[in-house]
């Protein structure tokens, strides 16, 4: 079955990486962007088309969020597949759930992305919903659970009114325990100057934070926001140590550390979001492009 094959992928053995390291100790945020510092990644010269239009395929420009196709419902996505083949992949993966008795399964676009979906929902803390999540996060099949990680989609943001505190990253620790130590930062909406933000900027960078995440879970991606006094940030999946392991034993039983071994799903993640944009703009740092930033969960 496809949705087995990516499970044997999904268990190779992490690679060690030296190239990223945790921002332990900041808050769970980036916002040291200078003017001095950073210029906007040039059209057509030096940033790849990727990324040019990668900010406005996600995160749009401020205060709008990005495209979201759909009927205004809560969605259970089970897998997402990108690329050329992302249609026939997906549609491939319909058919072998409905094989397995999941005839809820349908095929979606969702931005860069087409996704398997599961069932339609009026709220995503209906029973029904919670209920059919919990089982299809639990369905084994020939020892393994494919549906894992699956995640809840809300209907697109032209549907809902207000936020949801479930994408809270501030609810995250309370939520899934101590073991939530790191996520990754892929966006983030502030002023570009010094100058503190108006009560208008801030209404602004929090829709389009939240937008950008509903636009994300809708691809398949567990994402949150992050409000502050100053700006809003984008962030994907919920991390443990585990997942950026630095220590080392040594022979004699010490331990030591050492270059990070990431976790397939930190990875994976990071491949799926290379940058961490700035108002939906790919920016430039130092002369590089701003990756993606793995940051601490707030306590």
Request: aromatic letters at 8%; one cysteine or more; proline letters at 7%.
């Amino acid at each position: 079955m496809l949705f087995t094959a990516f499970l044997l992928t999904a268990c190779g053995a992490p690679q060690a990486s030296d190239k990223d390291s945790p921002h332990t100790g900041l808050t769970p945020y980036r916002e040291d962007y200078r003017p001095e510092d950073t210029q906007r990644a040039a059209a057509g010269r030096d940033t790849p088309a990727a990324i040019q239009h990668e900010g406005k395929a996600l995160f749009g420009p401020r205060g709008a969020g990005g495209a979201a196709e759909g009927a205004a419902n809560w969605q259970i996505v089970l897998a997402a597949f990108g690329g050329a083949d992302g249609q026939r992949l997906a549609e491939i993966a319909v058919a072998e759930a409905h094989q397995i008795g999941l005839t809820s399964a349908y095929a979606e676009p969702r931005g860069k992305a087409w996704v398997v979906a599961y069932g339609r929902y009026e709220s995503g803390a209906s029973t029904r919903a919670q209920e059919d999540l919990k089982r299809l996060k639990g369905l084994e099949i020939n020892g393994r659970l494919p549906f894992a990680g699956a995640v809840l989609a809300p209907p697109p943001v032209e549907a809902i009114a207000g936020s949801v505190p479930d994408h809270d990253l501030a609810t995250v620790r309370v939520r899934y325990g101590r073991s939530a130590y790191y996520t990754l930062q892929v966006g983030i909406y502030r002023r570009m100057d010094d100058r503190d933000p108006t009560p208008q900027d801030l209404a602004d960078f929090r829709k389009a934070a939240e937008a950008a995440v509903i636009q994300l879970r809708r691809e398949g991606q567990e994402a949150f926001y992050y409000h502050t006094s100053r700006s809003s940030t984008v962030t994907v999946g919920v991390f443990s140590e585990k997942d950026y392991d630095t220590s080392r034993k040594r022979p004699d039983g010490s331990v030591t550390t050492g270059p990070a071994r990431e976790s397939f799903r930190l990875r994976e993640a990071k491949e799926k979001n290379p940058h961490n944009l700035v108002n939906g703009q790919a920016v430039k740092v130092r002369g590089a492009i701003q990756p993606s930033l793995l940051v601490p969960i707030p306590n």
